[in-house]
Nanobody, 117 residues
Framework: VQLQASGGGLVQAGGSLRLSCTAS????????MVWFRQAPGKERVFVAS????????NYAEPVKGRFFISRDNAKNMVYLHLNILKPEDTAVYYC???????????WGQGTLVTVSS
């Protein structure tokens, strides 16, 4: 599966964005999906995940209650809704896919989110 992330941009603190990840192929519904982010000079870290069915979701503590992950298997899309953004949310956001939870073999190219104070 090939992934293409989009939707990043410059936003003021307190604002919102919606990131999208488009997947190619007809087997998208088999994949668990995840968003990671990498801030400047830091390691890539987990942000949120959603199971193939969309039933189970998981979030990193720093984004709980502010970010929400969703997917539309009919459209081969996964979304990350970013709300109440903070400057520390500034990062390149990556979507990834895997057939086994916790093992993500396919990665998109990343989309940059910049939050100004």
């Amino acid at each position: 599966v090939q992934l293409q992330a989009s939707g990043g941009g410059l936003v003021q603190a307190g604002g919102s964005l919606r990131l999208s990840c488009t997947a190619s192929g007809r087997t998208f519904s088999r994949y668990h999906m995840v968003w990671f982010r990498q801030a400047p000079g830091k390691e890539r870290v987990f942000v949120a995940s959603i199971t193939s069915s969309g039933i189970y979701k998981n979030y990193a503590e720093p984004v709980k209650g502010r970010f929400f992950i969703s997917r539309d298997n009919a459209k081969n899309m996964v979304y990350l809704h970013l709300n109440i953004l903070k400057p520390e949310d500034t990062a390149v956001y990556y979507c990834a896919a895997g057939e086994n939870i916790g093992v993500y073999d396919y990665w998109g190219q990343g989309t940059l989110v910049t939050v100004s104070s």
